[in-house]
Nanobody, 120 residues
Framework: VQLQASGGGLVQPGGSLRLSCAASGSIRAINAMRWYRQAPGKQRELVASITSGGNTDSADSVKGRFTISRDNAKNTVYLQMNSLKLEDTAVYYC???????????????WGQGTLVTVSS
């Protein structure tokens, strides 16, 4: 299984970006999908999550600004980021719990990370 993240870049404070992460491989189903981020010198933190049924949750620091969504037909998770702040600067990683064909339980996979830089 591969998770390919994209959409990062440089944006001014107050701007928007949309991250995408597509999963590919011998996938039977994908359970929860998540976005994490890691800022320089800090630990990786959970930003937002979405279940296979579409239930979402997000960190208090991004509530009202970031929206997670998914397209199950495309095995893709998105993170719409609005009203970006300087402190949102980080490498963003996608994560998915994937049930492989012929597997009995899901396993976690990670994308390669995409850099989001918020700067004036």
């Amino acid at each position: 299984v591969q998770l390919q993240a994209s959409g990062g870049g440089l944006v001014q404070p107050g701007g928007s970006l949309r991250l995408s992460c597509a999963a590919s491989g011998s996938i039977r189903a994908i359970n929860a999908m998540r976005w994490y981020r890691q800022a320089p010198g800090k630990q990786r933190e959970l930003v937002a999550s979405i279940t296979s049924g579409g239930n979402t949750d997000s960190a208090d620091s991004v509530k009202g600004r970031f929206t997670i969504s998914r397209d199950n037909a495309k095995n893709t998770v998105y993170l719409q980021m609005n009203s970006l702040k300087l402190e949102d600067t980080a490498v963003y990683y996608c994560n998915a719990n994937v049930l492989l064909i012929h597997a009995n339980y899901g396993s976690d996979y990670w994308g390669q990370g995409t850099l989001v830089t918020v700067s004036s």
